[in-house]
């Protein structure tokens, strides 16, 4: 099984900056990687596709990047909407399917 | 416009069966070439994928999970089903049922239901 290991657990930024979340595969997962945000009570919702690719009518200020087995999700400038938890999941050779445990962006 | 639409009892007693429906509206999933796919979420934990089903009816499975579930399509109905059994207070969690595959790759969820919160609990 592959294992996806986002840090950090937490981050507390000001609306404004700019913010690096950092998803890490155990083994190569090549270009099958996505990320996803999630609001309290909500669904998760797709970003990031093909690792680096936003999905449709997603902002952006949302960009995602690749350096071997690890991935990279930037937003440019925090939004107050952006505050959110957000998740990498890899899709190669799957199944399974597997999560990252997901970064939380916080208001500082 | 593409939606999916969980349902499902909230409780479920430990040993039991736990079931759990979801009905798309938009599209035929027999037609589609997309995954369904169920996720789940334990109370303030992250995501867990639990296995998908092609359109073809081929259902693939999480190994932590194999075991305990199956996935089904209904085409009469437009929906897929998903049943664990043996449940213990460990599967107590948000149940996500979600699309994947298309243009944004075949494990990439980009349709989700609301999400159905089961407790296994007496």
Not at chain 2, 74 to 91: E, I, M, P, R, W
């Amino acid at each position: 099984e592959i294992v996806m290991t986002q840090s950090p657990a937490t981050l507390s930024v000001s609306p404004g900056e700019r913010v690096t979340l950092s998803c890490r595969a155990s083994q190569s997962v090549r270009s099958n990687l996505v990320w996803y945000q999630q609001k309290p009570g909500q669904a998760p919702r797709l970003l990031i596709y093909d690792a680096s690719t936003r999905a449709a009518g997603i902002p952006a200020r949302f960009s995602g990047s690749v350096s071997g087995t690890e991935f990279i999700l930037t937003i440019s400038s925090l939004q107050s909407e952006d505050f959110a938890v957000y998740y990498c999941q890899q899709y190669n050779n799957w199944p399974p399917i597997t999560f990252g445990q997901g970064t939380r962006l916080e208001i500082k | 416009q593409l939606q999916l639409q969980g349902s499902g009892p909230g409780l479920v007693k430990p040993s039991e069966t736990l079931s759990l429906t979801c009905t798309v509206s938009g599209d035929s999933i027999s037609r589609s070439t997309y995954y369904w796919g169920w996720i789940r979420q334990p109370p303030g934990k992250g995501l867990e994928w639990i296995g998908s089903i092609y359109s073809s009816g081929n259902p693939y499975y999480n190994p932590s999970l194999k075991s305990r579930v199956t996935i089904s399509l209904d085409t009469s109905k437009n929906q897929f089903s998903l049943k664990v059994t043996s449940v213990t207070a460990a599967d107590t969690a948000v149940y996500y049922c979600a699309r994947s595959g298309g243009d944004y790759g075949e494990g990439a969820f980009d349709i989700w239901g609301q999400g159905t919160m089961v407790t296994v609990s007496s």
